[in-house]
């Protein structure tokens, strides 16, 4: 069965740090992994989609890199605003469309 | 993208009554359907898989006499939720997928309060 961590589960950062969200899953037998990003009390906004084949993605701040055999993934985020500031969820594919996510990262970014 | 549209965003009801939750993707055919239930705090479980024209299929621990899954087309699906409880309250998401997408497009959530 495949398990999805997520560390840390908080983290508070002043405006303009850059900083590293951390995901982790069990089985490496993934189709792709996503990231999203989720506003209190809102549905999931797609950030970025890496293929099982691919090593890292790029969105404007955002940076995903994957590291599939070793069932690890990052979500780098330069120049940190607090418009940033909200949950980020992980999300390993793998039979099917099925997702697994983990618990997400609560992101504040203080003025 | 792609977009999925999810109502109500917010329903309050007594206990013991029914409860409709619909999602539709609005310019893709959905062939798969995904619902999703979130508590405070905690990330999203997967209740049920529905593919368009099939009977649902359900995550282990999920009662498929409460929560009622229909996807009769390929653009809605819906969940019903049957003599709610308090426990039931929580946060459903749906997502939406079609031929050819390698994304899952989500609902904007409805939060569900049983009194």
Redesign the interface.
Known sequence: KQEVTQIPAALSVPEGENLVLNCSFTDSAIY?L?W?RQDP??????LL?I?SSQREQTSGRLNASLDKSSGRSTLYIAASQPGDSATY?CAVRTS?????????T?LTVNP | ?AVVS?HPSRVICKSGTSVKIECRSLDFQAT?M?WYRQFP??????MA?SNEGSKATYEQGVEKDKFLINHASLTLSTLTVTSAHPEDSS?Y?C?A?GTGY????????T?LSVL
């Open positions: 792709n996503q999203f009390g809102k549905g999931l906004t797609s989609l293929q969820l099917g469309s099925r997702l697994t996510f983990g618990e997400g609560q | 993208g999810q798969t995904f705090k905690q990330s999203l479980m997967l898989t946060f998401i997502s997928t390698e994304k899952l497009f989500f609902g904007s959530g939060q």
